[in-house]
């Protein structure tokens, strides 16, 4: 099995990360990609609840598999009564579906902060890792090869953030292009990042 992982936060999840899932089945050799839900130690706590983040991942997975099924979603990192790192997410997905090829899925910023991550030079050992780089970005001395042979780039310039969507949302903007419809339908639903003095 040709397994590829896409962990994040998804607080709330966007039309960036849809786009990056699309690219990821369209040009890359898998057959599986994983949505895994996390809580990032590296950044601020999440405002939203991990349900929340679960199921509106889980929409995320449903809006990619209307045209082929090949994700779905894991909890496992936020389930747990510890922090997680992606080190541990690796080895739980090898035991569960014995597969000793993942992919991991990561964007410009998480590949700027790799070495910064647990364990960093064991998943490299262990994985194959693609980042979804801005092409302006290509040549610029920063984006430092750590290992040529196990990173490849994929060029993506989708500038959406989640914390933009927050802040936006909470000011009372409508934000219904920038997330998949059903996201959006939730978000709004739930009554999610409303600023709590409107």
């Known amino acids: 099995m040709q397994l590829a992982v896409f962990g994040g936060t998804f607080d709330p999840p966007h039309n960036g990360h849809l786009a990056l899932c699309l690219y990821a089945r369209e040009l890359l050799p898998i057959n599986r990609l994983v949505i895994s839900v996390s809580n990032n130690p590296l950044k601020e706590s999440p405002q939203s609840t991990d349900r929340d983040r679960v199921r509106m991942a889980g929409l995320l997975a449903e809006t990619v598999n209307r045209t082929g099924a090949i ?36 964007g410009e910023d998480n ?68 997330v998949p419809s059903s996201i959006w339908r939730y978000i709004v639903e739930e009554g999610l990042y409303r600023s709590t003095e409107q």
């Open 111 to 178: 590949y700027r902060n790799f070495r910064h991550w647990k364990s960093w030079e064991e998943l490299i050992r262990r994985c194959n890792i693609v980042v979804f780089a801005r092409e302006s970005a290509a040549e610029e001395a920063s984006l430092e090869k750590l290992h040529e042979q196990k990173f490849h780039r994929i060029n993506f310039n989708l500038p959406l953030s989640s914390t933009d969507i927050r802040d936006r949302i909470a000011s009372g903007e409508d934000c219904s292009q920038q």
């Open 71 to 106: 994700a779905e979603v894991c909890s496992w990192e936020v389930d747990r009564a510890y922090p997680s790192y992606t080190i541990d997410l690796v080895t739980y997905l090898e035991e569960i579906y014995s597969s000793p090829n993942i992919t991991l899925l990561i």
